[in-house]
Structures are given as C-alpha cells and as structure tokens.
Nanobody, 123 residues
Framework: QVQLVESGGGLVQAGGSLRLSCAAS????????MGWFRRAPGKEREFVAT????????SYGDSVKGRFTISRDNAKNTVYLQMNSLQPEDTAVYYC????????????????WGQGTQVTVSS
C-alpha cells in the first residue's frame, strides 16, 4: 500500500512558476515509477509526466514538454513537478500517481493516486 500526498498548488499569473511535491508513504517508493496527471474543468484526466523508479528515464505530454520537469528523491520518498511558463490552459487539478508499469501514460496503469492539488493560472 502506498499513500500519496500532493502539495504546492496555488494561484499564479501566466508566465509564472510553481513546484508541486508528492510525498509517498511506505518503504517501497523506489519500486514504483511515478507520474503526474491533471484534470481541467470539464475535461478528462490527462497525462503530464512520468519518471522511472531510478530517475533515469522521464517522459512528458506534448502540451507540457519543454516547460515542465519531473524529478524524484528516493531518499525522501518524494516526486516533484517543476512547472515553468505556466499558461491559463494549465489550470487543473494535478494528481500524483504511482505505477509498476514503465512509462505509465494511461489511467488504468496507475496503482495509486493522490488526492490532487489545484493549480490555477490567471491571464
């Protein structure tokens, strides 16, 4: 069992930055690939980024590539999402996800979800 708790969301102006954190419980954190998804109002949940258990491999959704960076610290059981050049279309609830499937991009591949943190970007 893994529990995930996100933090770092908030309100930011367009062009600004935020860093999300996801703290995981349990001693098996490094067994999981970790990722971030988001759900904008009225839309389906969307893949944002994923990172392998070792941190060596990352991949991103097309809409955030070049602006967002995912990283992890296995010693702290934490995964991060650095978000730069934020735009109003990035407004969404951001969810942390843990998976045993490499390069998880689909919701059905996720084993554990966090409760979500709201990010709002004003124009």
């Amino acid at each position: 069992q893994v529990q995930l708790v996100e933090s770092g969301g908030g309100l930011v102006q367009a062009g600004g930055s935020l860093r999300l954190s996801c703290a995981a419980s349990g001693r098996t954190f490094r067994s999981y690939d970790m990722g971030w998804f988001r759900r904008a109002p009225g839309k389906e949940r969307e893949f944002v980024a994923t990172i392998s258990w070792s941190g060596r491999r990352t991949s991103y959704g097309d809409s955030v590539k070049g602006r967002f960076t995912i990283s992890r610290d296995n010693a702290k059981n934490t995964v991060y999402l650095q978000m730069n050049s934020l735009q109003p279309e990035d407004t969404a609830v951001y969810y942390c996800a843990a998976s045993t499937t490499p390069d998880t991009r689909e919701e059905y591949e996720v084993a554990y979800w966090g409760q979500g943190t709201q990010v709002t970007v004003s124009s």
